[in-house]
């Protein structure tokens, strides 16, 4: 075992490679995902509003055409989420991740959303605080922390938010811990040792000259 490998704190959720499909070729979406399946876990899909946050990306009718065997986790940065997460779950998520700060009803979306049939996650931003989500934590299959203010990919990670990511461990050994923001092999070392187990990357992977060797280099770094 690898001397860094040896620092990683015991997390029993399986380690996860999810890239943020944002920088994907929309033009040529299914052949672009199909290149990345063999290295991913799960596929991160950002849908932005450019209300909650300031930039627009993609909604429920083109997650409607992705077709692939990778599980879809829509991670919906809009406000007033309720009234379209029925559509992400029509459209093939398998599982819809919202913002606590942009739910005004956080544990009815939730259980919304599982009625649906999705797997259920809640993000917080990187300055909002664990204790917004405390009682919902028990009701989610994931927990997102952003390392970056949701919005654009290709910002710098910020380690400042690591404490929350050890705070939800300690309670929950076996949720689903995400982080999404920055990542990169010497980032997500970071977020391992805390507790994470789901590493999202946008940039690192899609902007990679090898997206493959890329993903392999991240796994690796996370003893995964
Ligand atoms: C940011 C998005 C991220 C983003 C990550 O608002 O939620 O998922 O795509 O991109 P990188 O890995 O480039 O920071
Ligand atoms: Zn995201």
Not at 169 to 191: C, Q, S, V, W
Request: hydrophobic share 40%.
């Amino acid at each position: 075992m690898s001397k860094t490998a040896i620092s990683f704190r015991t997390v029993k959720p399986k380690v996860k490679i999810a890239p943020s499909v944002l920088g994907v070729d929309y033009g040529d979406l299914n052949h672009h995902l199909q290149q990345l399946e063999s290295f991913s876990d799960l596929f991160h899909v950002d849908v932005m509003d450019g209300n909650f946050v300031p930039n627009l990306s993609i909604g429920a009718m083109v997650v409607d055409k992705m077709k692939t065997t990778v599980p879809l986790d829509c991670h919906l940065m809009i406000n007033h989420p309720h009234e379209y997460v029925e559509a992400f779950a029509k459209a093939g998520a398998h599982a819809i991740t919202i913002h606590a700060e942009a739910s005004k009803n956080l544990k009815e979306d939730i259980e919304k959303i599982r009625s649906l049939g999705c797997l259920a996650g809640v993000s917080i931003n990187p300055k909002t605080s664990v204790s917004k989500i405390e009682k919902v934590l028990p009701l989610v299959d994931s927990v997102l922390i952003m390392s970056v203010e949701p919005g654009f990919g290709g910002q710098a990670f910020m380690p400042e938010v690591l404490p929350k990511i050890r705070e939800i461990r300690d309670k929950y050994p076996d949720l689903d811990i995400a982080i999404d923001g920055g990542i990169t092999d010497k980032t997500a070392p970071l977020a391992r040792e805390a507790g994470a187990n789901v590493f999202v990357a946008g940039s690192y992977i899609l902007k990679a000259d090898d997206p493959k060797e890329a993903a392999e280099l991240l796994r690796k770094s996370v003893g995964g």
